[in-house]
């Protein structure tokens, strides 16, 4: 099923826009599992089962696993077995890079792993993109502002584009729009900046945004919730919040109770 | 050693500026090896030994081996086992993420895998390469203007910055002098825009820059030869021009063919 169908089914389907973040960073692993590849993958376990019915999709930032060395790719492919099979999956991977070398990251992260969508980099322009878009049945999402303090320094530059001065980040969008011809084109924009993403959402009214930056990260809830289109979802997503919610015995129960909140507090938001 | 040390003396010892860029793109094998990751390997390690002697650095592009799935991470690991060991290594992974997970990344880069340099894409802003710049002793060389067709799309962007208007890679090679704090950052700027990398060395006339888009990508090498300068290398670099010059049982003997003719080409270019 094309990635954007199946992620407006697992949204109706579970009444959530929450996405799930499966970021097992070793050296943060609650205190009972061992802080080995092994460990990182009984939490991931851990927390999909305890998130399975909160979650619209899950997003494994793959840093995480290509940190675990040899053994990283195992943990991906076991997590990835582990997530229901009507809920999509994210590859946060944010690539970029030219045309010929991009088709082998889009190997290796749709035909190898199998991943329902991916974030990518913008930097090296359509081209550098084209060959991610070119699975009609996946989403790319790609990098226009994001949650980090130090976005600004180059997604923020004056850009003179079309005749106006617009910050970078406003072009990228208008950018995406351009290259979105199958329509399975989105943006990844931090809830951390909620005047850029109000303003991105303008820019690009039908595209599906991933909205990192709720949680650790301090995002505004209520500017993500207001970027949610019927149809162009904002996929509101949560990594340390959910993850390691809990640092002893009950991490599990800690990770579904953190996930169970934020999920109400969308909810909410979105009746509000 | 420290990545530039490492590099100038590699370069002294050969009388070299060429590296090798090692992407085993599997669909392009020489007939004689099977199209397998084990095939994959085969190719790298003949073109290593046909090139030891010629190469200032190799620069295995992270993507050809993420698309062998599985076995890819031990290709890469073999094919980094077989480098001479006073020759640097450029990971050419081009990540870029926030803080926290560029950590990851540079754990996964620098540590489990052992590199002595790797590329990084800007976009994210300083504080997402910092972490990369935190290994005093590795090379960072940050994505600046690419050799791809599209490459202008995004990086020419009329930016307004400091008062003048100047192209987006212009005001990136400007924060990349800003974030070297410990003399351990460079740039990459493709041999096929020889105006824009003249214009980068002047902005930046003390950073090692790594010249593609030399071969197969036709870029310009008197350009590139132009931008190297004493401690700040360029570093000019050729992929398949060398790995898939021969498609037959000659392929290792073809491949030091077309080294040795880049290597003197370049010789060439900087005595002339």
């Not at 927390?47 to 995480?64: Q, R, S």
């Not at 749709?110 to 991943?115: A, H, P, T, V």
């Not at 001065?165 to 072009?171: A, M, N, W």
Request: hydrophobic letters at 45%; glycine letters at 10%.
């Amino acid at each position: 099923m094309p990635f954007r169908e199946k992620l407006v089914s697992a949204i109706a389907a579970r009444g959530s826009l929450l996405c799930v973040g499966l970021d097992p960073e070793i050296a943060r692993l609650p205190a009972p599992l061992p802080r080995t590849p092994d460990g990182a993958l009984r939490l991931n376990l851990a927390v999909i089962e305890a998130t399975a019915d909160l979650a619209c999709a899950y997003k494994p930032n793959l840093a995480f696993y290509e940190a675990l060395g040899r053994e990283g790719y195992d943990v991906l492919r076991a997590t990835l077995g582990a997530i229901p099979r009507d809920v999509p999956v994210i590859g946060d991977a944010k690539r970029g890079d030219i045309g010929n070398t991009a088709r082998q990251y889009a190997a290796a992260l749709f035909d190898d792993l199998g991943f329902d969508a991916v974030t990518v980099n913008p930097y090296l322009g359509g081209d550098a993109v084209e060959p991610f878009l070119a699975y009609a049945d996946r989403g790319v999402l790609v990098v226009c502002r994001t949650s980090n303090p130090g976005a600004a320094e180059i997604q923020d530059l004056p850009v003179v584009d079309d005749g106006t001065t617009v910050p970078l980040y406003e072009v990228v969008a208008r950018r995406v729009q351009r290259w979105n011809r199958d329509g399975n084109a989105g943006l990844v924009v931090g809830a951390t900046a909620p005047t850029e993403l109000d303003r991105i959402r303008e820019i690009a009214p039908d595209l599906p945004i991933l909205v990192p930056g709720i949680g650790a990260q301090a995002g505004d809830l209520a500017a993500a919730v207001r970027a949610d289109r019927p149809g162009a979802p904002a996929i509101i997503s949560a990594s340390r919040t959910i993850m390691f919610a809990g640092s002893g015995l009950d991490f599990a129960a800690a990770a579904h109770r953190a996930a169970r909140e934020l999920r109400d507090a969308i909810r909410q938001a979105r009746s509000g």
